[in-house]
């Protein structure tokens, strides 16, 4: 027991990431691909990298209000990420909307659809933010190896 | 002057097997950390490419519907075994020679051929457009190197072989004893082109950026790993955590075996690898940009090619003025 919670320790330093951008402004996106997770503030550190293919994925950040055109393809790459998963809502619209919530094209909040386990609010949320969300993801994520 | 070992215990313990897989993982982390250093960044720690394996083991195995399922669990078990198979094959000098059949260098590169089948075969066999599309681009590098490395082999051979006055000679361990005894061929004019060709075939055999265009992230997502998850694809990185160790060991053997022996020459050894993976693909992966396959392709028919062919043609001709 005691060695496959060791090993189970040991593979919970190894969080892969990957994004789904299920309507977002782009502005999210810039959070998390150029300034919160690849260079200044580098979460390679905590040994994640970015994937491009969901099958890969440990972690799945989802930023956008999650538009009615892009719902039925966003739970499709969702089902094809491998257990065990968490899933992080990033920026304010995946919560309530944003500045769509009276839209009649979206979807938020994004709980109605998918297993949000954390959240992290901003628009677009600060790099430590982001940072902050990953790091709690990954707590999550060990309890469910 | 070394041992020969049975070779089980040389593809499971050492040089293949744990050694190598060991050996393989370090050279990656230390190549991500460097990366990240020259980037201005932290970096994951040095044990990184073991926790990711590791956690592969962790997850879930999937497979797509349309994927032909004995092809695509099966090709990371190919891929990994001949890699395994191929670190037998490769001496250390003063440490480790390979056995009289073994040390053969065309076996080699037959065997060093087919991690690049194997990605093929899971591309194809995927079903993903994706996974088709890396599968015709890794296609068309290896179209691309396979001539180069062929031709700088064939020139080491002949270069060896007529030195010795024993004619071409395809064992690797000879090709490293003679280099021990004589110098290393890093310093032979004649053999100059060569290692550059060989520096260039290097980063494209192991899929290193800037010709890591079959597995390209940003276009491909992957290409032929994209379907992949769980333990094949944690075999598909031992794979290429093998290929590194065999492929860097053979441009070891092939051009600056040291003169020592025991564990002198067991850490020199290292020492070499560890530079090669950091100057030749660390430092060129965080410089340089990815070629388009076309681009790859031509260059390939172009510099490599000439430059191994110059190789080849010179050393026939030295040697049979007697100028060596």
Known sequence: MTFVTRLKDVAARSPWLYRINAGSCNGCDVELATTALIPRY?????GCVYCGSPRHADIVLITG??????????????????????????????ITGGIFRESYAICAPIDQYFPVDVNVPGCPPRPPAIIEGVAKAIAIWRQRL | MTSQLPILVAALVFPGGVFALALGLALKGADRRLAARLQGRVGPPLAQPFFDIVKLGFKRTMAPDVACAPVFFGA??????????????VPIAGVY??????????VLIYLLAVPGVALMLAGSSSGSPYGAIGFSREMAMMLAYEGPI???VAAVALRVGLATGEGPTFSLSAIAAYQQE????LFDPVMWPAVVAFVFFYPANLGI????????????????LLEYSGRPLALFKVMSALKAVVVLGLGVAL?????FTGALGLIGWLVELLALALIGVTAVRVGAGRMRIDQAFVFFLKWPLALALASLLAAAYFSAGGAS
């Not at chain 1, 580098?42 to 905590?46: H, I, N, S, W």
């Not at chain 1, 892009?70 to 619209?93: H, M, N, S, W, Y």
């Not at chain 2, 990371?76 to 094959?89: D, Y």
């Not at chain 2, 800037?210 to 390209?216: K, L, R, V």
């Open chain 2, 209 to 224: 950026v800037p010709f890591d265009i079959p597995e390209a992230e940003t276009e491909v997502l992957e290409g032929p």
């Open chain 2, 97 to 106: 020679a390979p056995g009289p059949i073994g040390g053969d260098l065309l």
């Open chain 2, 182 to 185: 004589h110098g290393a061929l």
């Open chain 2, 76 to 89: 990371p078990l190919i891929g990994a075994a001949s890699m395994l198979l191929a670190m037998t094959l």
């Open chain 1, 42 to 46: 580098d979460v390679e550190r905590l």
């Open chain 2, 255 to 259: 051009f600056i075996p040291l003169p």
């Open chain 1, 65 to 94: 209000p999650l538009t009615r055109h892009v719902l039925a393809a966003a739970q499709r790459v969702f089902a094809e990420i491998p257990d065990p998963k968490v899933t992080v809502a990033v920026g304010v619209c995946p």
């Open chain 2, 150 to 152: 062929v031709l700088i």
